[in-house]
């Protein structure tokens, strides 16, 4: 089945790093992604990894794939309150589904 | 490129009237997305086209709803009678289908009262 899990609720301290855990289950999803969606606000694409790498690092972005575990996680370094927003795990299903399954989205709160 | 558009933001209406919600894609896109978010259900996928042709409408939640592509750079996604569980927002998406990447409009806050 289609299922994409993430913890609903993640607080950090400002400078210190976030890590946002993700599950998928269907191990023939080609491309992962990383939603951003700031209050009031669409979901902006943060970054996406393909299903043959393992990780894959954008500024202060770091996004690591274990397939064996189908697990996915997104670093934040040096986390900034402007960070604080929902983050969307979402995998893309192909083979006639052509479809993103998204999850339920990481709640990060950033305080001082 | 403006990204996509959506109007309007925001629509409060009553129970019983039609909404019609519209979509402008990312020129160039061929694929274009129809979501619905609410806090209850999360992100869900109503319909998507390509080509302007709809793919898979299995997300549309029932016949009140429908969903039009007349041409490749505008989309409606149509409430007929609304209710007021209609409410959410909904998200019109584009994407390339070469790279499957998909970009999400600023998004509809419909309210059914």
């Known amino acids: 089945g289609e299922d994409v899990e993430q913890s609903l609720f993640l607080s950090v301290r400002e400078g210190d790093s976030s890590v946002i855990n993700c599950t998928y289950t269907?191990?023939?999803?080609?491309?992962l992604y990383w939603y951003k969606q700031e209050p009031g606000a669409g979901l902006q694409l943060l970054t996406y990894i393909f299903s043959n790498m393992d990780m894959k690092q954008d500024q202060r972005l770091t996004v690591l794939l274990n397939k064996k575990d189908k697990h996915l996680s997104l670093r934040i370094a040096d986390t900034q309150t402007g960070d604080s927003a929902i983050y969307f795990c979402?995998?893309?299903?192909?083979?006639?589904?052509?479809?993103?399954?998204f999850g339920a989205g990481t709640r990060l709160a950033v305080h001082p | 490129d403006a990204g996509v558009i959506q109007s309007p933001r925001h629509e409060v209406t009553e129970m019983g009237q039609e909404v019609t919600l519209r979509c402008k894609p990312i020129?160039?896109?061929?694929?274009l997305f129809w979501y619905r978010q609410t806090m209850m259900r999360g992100l869900e996928l109503l319909i998507y086209f390509n080509n302007n042709v709809p793919i898979d409408d299995s997300g549309m939640p029932e016949d009140r709803f429908s969903a039009k592509m007349p041409n490749a750079s505008f989309s409606t996604l149509k409430i007929q009678p609304s209710e007021p569980r209609d409410s959410a927002v909904y998200f019109c998406?584009?994407?390339?289908?070469?790279?499957?990447?998909?970009?999400f409009g600023p998004g509809t806050r419909l309210t059914v009262l």
């Open positions: 020129s160039g896109h061929n694929s």
């Open positions: 998406a584009s994407g390339a289908s070469s790279t499957d990447t998909q970009y």
């Open positions: 269907d191990s023939s999803s080609t491309y």
């Open positions: 979402a995998e893309y299903l192909a083979g006639g589904y052509n479809k993103l399954i």
